[in-house]
Structure formats: C-alpha cells, structure tokens
C-alpha cells in the first residue's frame, strides 16, 4: 500500500486549503434556511471558494456535475444540488472540497434547517462525536484500524450504524488517496500511522441499517431502508502530538460574527 507522507511545506499549504473549506462551510450553515433550493447553495459555495483563492475540486471530478455534495435526510453522501427544496426539519450533509497551490482540502459537516427533532439532533451529535473519536486515535504509532474501531464503537455504542460501503481516504495533491479509511473494523489493524500523513476521515452514520442504495441520478447514495443519516468530515494530518484538523470550523470566518 502506498503511503504518501507529506512534507512541512505541503501541510502548510494543506492548512491553508482547509481553512478555506473550512470557512464556505460556515458561511453554508449560517445562509442555509427553509425555501431554499440546494442549487443556491452549490452557487454560494463556488463563488465563496474562488472568491478565498482556490478552486472547487468537486466539479467534473469523475464527472460529478457540481461544486458541493448536498444530501439531505436518508440521502448520506453524493447528492447533487438542484430544484429540490429544503424544509423545516431536514437534516443536510454538506461536503465540500477545494483546491489550493496544488492541494486538497475536504470536509463536511450536516446541520439541520431551521427546528429539526430530538432523533435528528441525537444522530447529528454522534456522527459528530465518532469523528471526534477517530481523530483522538490518530497519532504516530497507531494503526489505520484503531481510528476505524474508534469510529464504529462510538456509533454503535449509541445505537447507530455505520455505513461500510464508503470510507475515508487519504488526502494530498489528489483528493483520493491511499489509503482507504473504513468506518468499521478491528483495531490494531492496518498500515501504521506515521507523521505527515494527511487523512481525511468521514463517518457516515444511519439511524437504521447500515446498507444503502444508489439513486436514479447514479451519484446520490441513500439508506436502504429510508432512515436518516448523517456525515461528517475532517482533513487532519498526523503530527509528534497526534492529530492536527486542518479543516477545523473554530475561529474562521462567520458570516454574523466575523473572526
């Protein structure tokens, strides 16, 4: 398996593609409101991104025709922005990636639309806290396998599941590389984790059963059984200390409030 390691100009460049990601998708959450076509949203994102200096990286990729990934309730990740409109309750992974100096940034994040219920809000906060749990065990010395286990037990411990069809990925002048990172499986596994390495981890997690379908667009992933799901996603690299986010939404641009 080949592992990519990156050098200390390359994650400096890599922080600053993920700030930018970072940045649009706090401008997305805050602009995001009941009414709104998912197309608006993709326009937003592309100008936001070149406005920051970089490129989407989504658009064209293997033929993905927009600059964002919008998936809304049993949708998990893949969906096309379009006509479709988003309404009081839905619950909304946006997943956004960009170009910049040649290198990639990737994250994700799903926020609810104006008041969404308790069972929506529980399963957003454990995708969020098994993304969470994977970054902790990422440091030098682990394996590949200890951040799938972290993620998978954190969800299940909670009653959820996770989605096994889709992975995380490795992260640098292309936005997929190796190696793949599941979701699920035993620790102690794997390629160890070296510093430099850049990663970009995403738990998709299903309120139900973990299969899913692809859609009649040939893109949009979907729960099989019609449960909500939920994505998040981080690009981090590892360093001497463990596990730096480069595409952390804490302290960059927010449209109300500034830095």
Same mark, same amino acid.
């Given at each position: 398996? $080949?592992?990519?390691?990156?050098?200390?100009?390359e994650?400096? =460049?890599?922080?600053?593609?993920?700030?930018?990601?970072a940045?649009?998708?706090?401008?997305?959450?805050?602009?995001?409101r009941?009414?709104?076509?998912?197309?608006?949203?993709?326009? =937003?994102?592309?100008?936001?991104?070149?406005?920051?200096?970089?490129?989407?990286?989504?658009?064209? @990729?293997?033929?993905?025709?927009?600059?964002?990934?919008?998936?809304?309730?049993?949708? =998990?990740?893949?969906?096309? *922005?379009?006509?479709? =409109?988003?309404?009081?309750?839905?619950? /909304?992974?946006?997943?956004?990636?960009a170009?910049?100096?040649?290198?990639?940034?990737?994250?994700?994040?799903?926020?609810?639309?104006?008041e969404?219920?308790?069972?929506?809000?529980?399963?957003?906060?454990?995708?969020?806290?098994?993304?969470?749990?994977?970054?902790?065990?990422?440091?030098?010395?682990?394996?590949?396998?200890?951040?799938?286990?972290?993620i998978?037990? @954190?969800?299940?411990?909670?009653?959820y599941? /996770?989605?096994?069809?889709y992975?995380g990925?490795?992260?640098?002048?292309?936005?997929?590389?190796? *190696?793949?990172?599941?979701?699920?499986g *035993? *620790?102690?596994?794997?390629?160890?984790?070296?510093?430099?390495?850049?990663?970009?981890?995403?738990?998709? /997690?299903?309120?139900? !059963?973990?299969?899913?379908? /692809?859609? !009649?667009?040939?893109?949009?992933?979907?729960?099989?059984?019609? $449960?909500? $799901?939920?994505?998040f996603?981080?690009?981090?690299?590892?360093?001497?200390?463990?596990?730096?986010?480069?595409?952390?939404?804490e302290?960059?641009?927010?449209?109300?409030?500034?830095?």
């Open positions: 398996m $080949s592992i990519i390691i990156k050098s200390e100009r994650i400096a =460049i890599m922080r600053q593609a993920g700030r930018i990601v940045t649009v998708l706090n401008i997305l959450s805050q602009r995001l009941p009414g709104m076509k998912t197309k608006e949203l993709d326009v =937003i994102a592309a100008g936001e991104v070149e406005k920051l200096g970089a490129k989407p990286s989504f658009k064209g @990729y293997r033929g993905f025709p927009a600059n964002l990934c919008v998936s809304v309730n049993d949708e =998990i990740v893949h969906g096309i *922005p379009g006509e479709r =409109i988003l309404r009081q309750g839905d619950i /909304v992974s946006l997943d956004l990636g170009l910049f100096m040649g290198f990639q940034g990737d994250a994700a994040v799903t926020v609810g639309v104006g969404i219920d308790l069972k929506a809000r529980e399963l957003m906060e454990a995708t969020e806290g098994a993304l969470k749990a994977g970054i902790a065990a990422a440091h030098p010395g682990a394996r590949l396998g200890d951040i799938s286990a972290a998978q037990n @954190y969800a299940e411990l909670r009653g599941s /996770v989605v096994r069809e992975t990925h490795g992260i640098g002048r292309e936005m997929h590389e190796e *190696p793949q990172i599941p979701n699920f *035993p *620790p102690g596994t794997g390629p160890v984790l070296e510093k430099g390495m850049a990663l970009a981890l995403e738990p998709m /997690v299903n309120a139900g !059963d973990w299969r899913t379908r /692809v859609g !009649d667009n040939h893109w949009t992933v979907l729960t099989a059984d019609g $449960s909500l $799901s939920a994505h996603e981080h690009t981090i690299a590892i360093t001497d200390g463990g596990a730096e986010v480069l595409t952390s939404r302290g960059v641009y927010a449209e109300e409030g500034g830095y």
